[in-house]
């Protein structure tokens, strides 16, 4: 009897441990799908996006565009402000990128393909804590 209930225990110790890591994602941040359904793409304006929306450490930004015609690049200030795609910090190139952010701040994001970025394609949103 007392070898079984430790067995027991031992099995419930396994499954916390086991079954916290998850609890714990599901627990964090949220999913944005930058652009909504029009995606990661030429037309939408991604200032207009970012209205009303509240960014925190822990949440997800997720790209959906067309590999053959886009990418994201994560990028610092000056390049976001000049389109500079020579030093950026994060290229992504799936076409369904999952970014998560793990940082407070200022967070910038560009298209390095062509003149995208220099037509709109570019992203700024400004993380909670
Ligand atoms: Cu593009």
């Not at 599901?26 to 304006?45: F, Q």
């Not at 929306?53 to 067309?66: A, I, K, P, Q, T």
């Not at 910090?89 to 999952?98: A, E, H, P, R, Y």
Request: include cysteine; charged fraction near 15%.
């Amino acid at each position: 009897m007392l070898h079984q209930g430790s067995r027991f225990s031992s099995l419930m110790m396994l499954y916390a441990i086991v079954s916290l890591p998850s609890l714990m994602l599901k627990s964090e941040g949220l999913e944005h799908i930058v652009g909504d359904s029009s995606g990661w793409e030429l037309l939408t304006n991604y200032t207009n996006w970012t209205q009303g929306r509240e960014f925190h450490v822990g949440d997800v930004l997720v790209f959906n565009y067309n590999s053959d015609q886009h990418n994201v690049m994560q990028v610092n200030s000056t390049a976001y402000k000049d389109c500079g795609r020579d030093n950026y910090i994060s290229l992504f190139t799936k076409g369904n990128d999952s970014v998560i952010i793990s940082e407070a701040g200022e967070h910038w994001f560009i298209c390095g393909v062509d003149d995208h970025c220099e037509n709109g394609q570019k992203l700024s949103i400004n993380v909670a804590p």
